[in-house]
């Protein structure tokens, strides 16, 4: 019962993302007098098909291979390979009767939709759902903050308890320092609580903690600071966690981490909350360390394990220590626009990000890509509405990212071709086009089948 949710859930995702990127294009084909023939949610390969129906000139249905779906534009070659229209003359409802700029439209119409479901996503979610926040004064009982690179460039140590932020006390530490009053403000001072070692007594002397209160004032450059490129956030909440679910095949499987496992310690240095972990992660890169891990049943144990050289064991975290402390804040319309829009820029600048490395060999491709069935196993087991279209906003962005890729198959290759044809003022032959879609396709199945083959590998553990 728990796959079959999980696969409902991800087919359903994938059948609106899919549907309504066709209907980018075939809107925009249809506004521009461009007959579509037809209109498929998955493909249907060798002609199979679960049904189809026929109105007008167009053939709608569903096929058997849900890997995608197409529309088929009349006097175009695309992934049907089919260039037998090609050979007449063009017709006036025809895609290549059409001028550089309509066709342009039509080809980035799937993607604007896939941007704008993301986005109309983002913004619904943080108007109705509001934005989570674990209240300063709790992150202060509870270990203070994790100071990151950046924070203790400027003075900041992890543990600090955030007092005030320019004279006002602080609740909701992320929004207070990214609120615009305090970022252009021309002074800019920080209230601290932290600890230090008093000593007491003459000849019998002993050593307490005891909290002292101090003012940092951040330096005229800071600005410039928070613009700094680094992988640790700025401030986060000393974050304790557990092992959560382990990958397959993973360097955290290999030294036997197991779900619900804490790592108390690293080479001998105390694990003491989420992103201090992470330091040491990126500490040790490469090598192969010794973990201090305690088991559910409170047992004690000491592994080996190697970490990436990405800086990564190979299991997502199960945070704990804030459960039922924090605080929800909801947003107007107008505020929910904002962080809706910035969220889902900010998403899409991740993966680029995140696609780069991979391209560049910085990061290992089998650790970082997700086939069908890692992409499913998200969803998860259970039927939560908030994380089924969080998901799917996700799902939506990463393909309208992947779609304008400049890769021949892909929107963004015929988007290649077409402004080349704008800036040349002469258009790309049909062999030319014909061959490319040949490459894209080789390349995309390429794809396909290297993401089935990390989503198998994972489950057997290879």
Do not use: C
Request: hydrophobic share 45%.
């Amino acid at each position: 019962m728990d796959t079959l949710i999980t696969a409902l859930q991800f087919i359903l995702a994938l059948s609106i993302l899919i549907t309504l990127h066709e209907f980018g294009h075939y809107w925009a084909a249809r506004a521009f007098g461009i007959r579509i023939e037809k209109f498929f949610l998955f493909f249907d390969a060798w002609n199979f098909k679960w049904f189809s129906f026929k109105k007008g000139d167009t053939e709608y249905g569903i096929g058997w291979l849900p890997l995608g779906g197409y529309v088929k534009i009349a006097g175009m070659v695309d992934e049907s390979l089919d260039t037998e229209q090609m050979k007449s003359d063009p017709q006036p409802w025809e895609f290549r009767s059409k001028s550089a700029w309509q066709r342009l439209i039509v080809m980035i119409g799937g993607v604007t939709v896939n941007l704008i479901l993301g986005i109309i996503i983002m913004i619904s979610l943080t108007y109705s759902q509001g934005e989570k926040y674990v209240p300063q004064p709790v992150v202060n009982q509870q270990g203070g903050i994790y100071a990151g690179p950046v924070a203790r460039s400027v003075g900041f140590k992890t543990g600090d308890q955030i007092l005030s932020i320019n004279g006002v006390a602080v609740d909701n530490l992320d929004a207070q320092f990214g609120d615009p009053t305090f970022l252009t403000a021309d002074h800019k001072e920080i209230g601290v609580r932290r600890m230090k070692w008093v000593v007491y007594g003459d000849t019998a002397k002993t050593e307490t903690l005891v909290p002292y209160d101090t003012t940092l004032v951040m330096p005229s450059n800071f600005d410039e600071l928070l613009g700094a490129k680094s992988d640790m956030p700025f401030f986060a909440p000393r974050m304790l966690f557990k092992i959560g679910k382990v990958m397959g095949g993973s360097h955290a499987e290999k030294a036997g981490l197991e779900t619900g496992d804490i790592i108390n310690a690293i080479n001998g240095e105390k694990v003491l909350s989420f992103f201090e972990f992470k330091e040491l992660l990126t500490k040790y890169a490469g090598e192969t360390v010794s973990l201090e891990a305690l088991d559910s049943n409170n047992k004690v144990s000491t592994l080996k394990a190697e970490i990436g050289e990405d800086a990564t064991l190979g299991f997502q975290p199960a945070f704990y220590g804030f459960e039922y402390k924090e605080k929800v804040v909801k947003y107007g319309l107008g505020k929910s626009v904002n962080l809706g829009v910035s969220r889902s820029f900010g998403l899409i600048g991740a993966n680029a990000k995140a696609l780069g490395n991979v391209a560049t060999g910085k990061t290992d491709p089998t650790k970082s890509l997700a086939g069908p069935v890692g992409i499913a196993q998200m969803f998860g087991s259970t039927w939560n509405w908030v994380n089924f279209w969080t998901l799917t906003a996700m799902l939506s962005l990463v393909l309208a990212l992947m779609n304008i890729l400049p890769i021949p198959a892909l929107d963004g290759g015929h988007v290649m071709f077409l402004l080349y044809e704008i800036i040349a003022r002469r258009p790309v032959s049909d062999k030319v086009l014909y061959i490319g879609q040949i490459i894209g396709m080789v390349f995309l199945l390429t794809l396909i089948a290297f993401t089935f083959w990390v989503d198998i590998a994972r489950a057997l553990g290879i």
